[in-house]
């Protein structure tokens, strides 16, 4: 008798529950909506042009739901891909500019925010002395 071995796999994670005829909730809702604009427009299309059109043009309107259906990256599926392309692409700016921040830097503004603090000062005080030398008068 041959012993039969059943493969388990090591990450759990990755395993779906499969819902009907092998499929995922979210593969039989995508080749459902797929069906419900491939299969009408293959009858609109076979109307005016040939079977073969019609057939291609049904293919390639359905395609895009089982791509949404079946295509899975690093966990992410399509539209989380998507998505992310296209704010990499049209929502973030092209270019970031590089800003160091080193201690010397630091030091220099700190300086020259004291000489401003110093200056606003030594204004005040020449200002209130100013004031005082009018009363005295």
Do not use: W
Not at 50 to 70: C, K
Not at 81 to 110: C, M, W
């Amino acid at each position: 008798m041959a012993a039969s071995y059943i493969s388990v796999p090591r990450d759990l994670t990755k395993v779906k529950s499969k819902v009907m005829f092998n499929l995922t909730k979210r593969q039989l809702i995508c080749f459902s909506v797929a069906a419900l604009f491939g299969v009408p427009s293959f009858f609109l299309i076979k109307q005016i042009a040939s079977v073969s059109t019609a057939a291609m043009g049904m293919m390639v309107i359905m395609m895009p739901f089982f791509f949404l259906a079946m295509y899975e990256k690093n966990g992410q599926h399509l539209e989380v891909l998507l998505g992310h392309l296209i704010e990499a692409t049209f929502v973030r700016p092209k270019q970031r500019p590089y800003k160091t921040d080193n201690n010397f830097s630091a030091l220099v503004r700190y300086e020259k925010a004291q000489t401003e603090i110093d200056e606003i000062i030594m204004y005040s005080q020449a200002m209130r002395d100013d004031r005082h030398k009018k009363r005295r008068r």
